[in-house]
C-alpha cells in the first residue's frame, strides 16, 4: 500500500504577459515607420475613385508643363498638359496592384512546387529541381523581357512574366525548409496514423512552412514592384493611356533636364514604396521569430544591460573571496514590465572550494551562474541590483572590454551540452587553440601544441589524433572533457561548471567527476557547480547552496545542509534522492510537516 504524500500548495507565480507580434513589429522603429508609409501610400491608392483629382488621362495641351504649385495642379502637368497629381495617385494604384498580384502568384506557385519537391525527394525532387535550375540560370530581368517579347507588351503580360521570374525563389527557399521537415519524428507519425500524402503536406509541412513564405513574401514584393516599374520605363508594361510609375518614369526621360520634376515625382514614389515595404518585411521577419517574443527586437548586447537601483559595497569577505556574489538581481523585460528571476542571491567562493548551487529546473541557478560575467541577453535581460566581485573589483563598473578579458580568462564556464557550444564546422584542436589564442599572445602552432596538451590533461586518449576530430566523432564523455579542456585553456582562477554531467551516463559522469576534483585539488580552483542531483553535491561540493524561485532558501556546509536540512523546500528536494529501505519513512515524516511548512514557508 502506498503512502499518500501531502502536495505541497503552489504559490500563484506572476502572469508573464508575452509581447504580441503587432509591438514587437513596432518596437522595431524602422520597420514602424515603414508601415506607416506604406499604410498611408496603399490608403491614398485605394481613395482614388473619391478623392478630387483630375482626370489622369485627360490631356490639355494649352497647360503643358506647368510648374509644381501652380494653380489647380499642385505637382504640375506633364508634356501633354495631364495633371501629375492623379497620374501618381493612379499610377501608384495599378504599380501596388500588379506588384502584390506577382507577389501572390509567385508565392503560390513557387510554394507549391517546393512543397511537392521537399517531401516527395527522390528523382521527383531532383527533375522538379533541375527545372527550377534552367530558370535560376537566366538573368530573371532578361527572362522577364524574353517572356513580355513573347507575349506581347502589356500589362497583365509584365505581370506573368514577374510573377515567373520569381518562382525559382519561392521553390528553392520553401524546399529546402519542407526537405529537411519531411523527415522529422512528427512527419513519420502522421504517416504511421495512416494519413495520405496530402493530408501530411496540408497539416503537418505547410503550417511550417508558411511562416518562411509570408517572410519571403513580405521582403520580395518591394522588388516585384520595382521590376514592374522596370518593364514599363521600357515601354513593355502599362501602355498609354494607362499610367503606372514606370510608364510615367519613361515618359519623364526625355524631360530631365527642362522638367526634372515630371520624372523625380514617380522617382520618389517608387523609392518611398520599395524602401518602405523593404523594412516593414525585414520587421515582420523578426516579430514572427518566435525566440524574440521574450525581448525587444535589437541585437544582444555583448554584456548584460546593468541598471542597478542598489550597488553594495564590498566587504572584507568578498575582497578575500576567489568570487563573492552579494544581493544579486536579475530580471528579463516583458510587455508587462520587469519579471525578476534572480532575487538577492548572495554567496562567497574561497580559492580551492567546491560551491554546489542546487534546486529545481526554472529555480534561477543558471541565470545566476550566466549573471557573474554579464552573459545574460539582453534584451531581454538586465541586472537589477547587486554586485559581483572578483579580485577585489565589482564586475559591474568594469568596462566591457575589462569584462570580455575576464570571461575565458580569469573566470571560465563549463556548459551543460558541448554539443550545441562546440562547433560543428572546426576540429576540437582547432577550437581549444582558439580559446588559448583570444588571451595569449602565442602562434597558431603553438596554441595547436598546448591545446594537444590540455586534451591529454583532461585525459582523452590519443590526443593528437583526436584533436583533428569535430565534435560528432566524439562521444558525450569526450565532448565534455573538450568543453574542460577550454575552460582550462588559460589557466582560470575559477570556473562555473552549469549542469556538466547532466546529459552523461553514470560512469562516464563518475569520471567527469573524478577529473574536475583532480583538476581542483592540483590547481586551486575555485569551483561553482551548478546541479539538481545531491549524490553529486556530497560527492565534490564543500558548502551547498539552494535555491527556490531566485532566492537562495538555505546554505551552509554539505555535510550540515544535507544531514540536517532545515528548510521544507531542502527537505523535500532530499526526499526525492531514493534512500533503500528509507524512502518512506522519510517521506512519511514530510508528509507529516505543518501546512506552512509544507507550502514552503520559511524554516532556515
Sequence with gaps: MSVPILEATPTPEPMITRQTTWRLLMNNRLAAAGFYVIALVVLIALLAPLLPLHDPDVTDPADRLLPVFSESHILGTDHLGRDVLARLVWGTRISLLVGISAALMAAFFGSLIGLVAGYAGGRTDNLIMRGIDMLMAFPYILLALAIVAVLGPGLLNALYAIAVVNIPFFARNVRGIALGLSHREFVDAARLSGKSHTAIVATEILPNVLPVIVITMSTTVGWMILETAGLSFLGLGAQPPQADLGSMLGQGRALLFTAPMISVVPGVMVFLIV?????????????????????????????????????????????????AVTELETSFETAGGREPAVKGVSFSLRKGECLGLVGESGSGKSVTALSVLGLVASPPGVITGGAVTIEGRDVFSLRETEIGSLRGGKVAYIFQDPLTTLHPLFTVGEQVAEAIRAHQPVGRAQAQAKAV???????????????????????????????????????????????????????????????????????????????????????????????????????????????????????????????????????????????????GGSGS
Design 453 to 599: 596538451d590540455l586534451l591529454r590533461t583532461v585525459r582523452i586518449p590519443d590526443p593528437e589524433q583526436r584533436a583533428s576530430a569535430y565534435p560528432h566523432e566524439l562521444s558525450g564523455g569526450q565532448r565534455q572533457r573538450v568543453g574542460i579542456a577550454m575552460a582550462l585553456a588559460n589557466e582560470p582562477d575559477i570556473i562555473i561548471a552549469d549542469e556538466p554531467t547532466t546529459a552523461l551516463d553514470v560512469t562516464v559522469q563518475a569520471e567527469i567527476l573524478r577529473l574536475l576534483q583532480v583538476l581542483r585539488q592540483e590547481r586551486g580552483l575555485a569551483l561553482l557547480f551548478i546541479t539538481h542531483d545531491f549524490g553529486v553535491v556530497a560527492e565534490i561540493c564543500d558548502r551547498v547552496a539552494v535555491m527556490r524561485r531566485g532566492e537562495i532558501v538555505e546554505a551552509g556546509d554539505t555535510a550540515a545542509v544535507l544531514g540536517n536540512p532545515q528548510h521544507p523546500y531542502t527537505k523535500r528536494l532530499i526526499a526525492c534522492v531514493p534512500k533503500p529501505g528509507q524512502g518512506r519513512r522519510f517521506l512519511e515524516a514530510i508528509r507529516r510537516l505543518p501546512a506552512e511548512e509544507a507550502a
Design 275 to 323: 524602401m518602405s515595404i523593404n523594412l516593414l518585411g525585414d520587421g515582420v521577419r523578426d516579430a514572427l521569430d518566435p525566440r524574440l517574443r521574450a525581448g525587444a527586437l535589437t541585437r544582444p548586447m555583448p554584456v548584460t544591460r546593468i541598471d542597478r537601483e542598489n550597488v553594495p559595497a564590498p566587504d572584507e569577505m568578498a575582497r578575500a573571496s576567489a568570487l
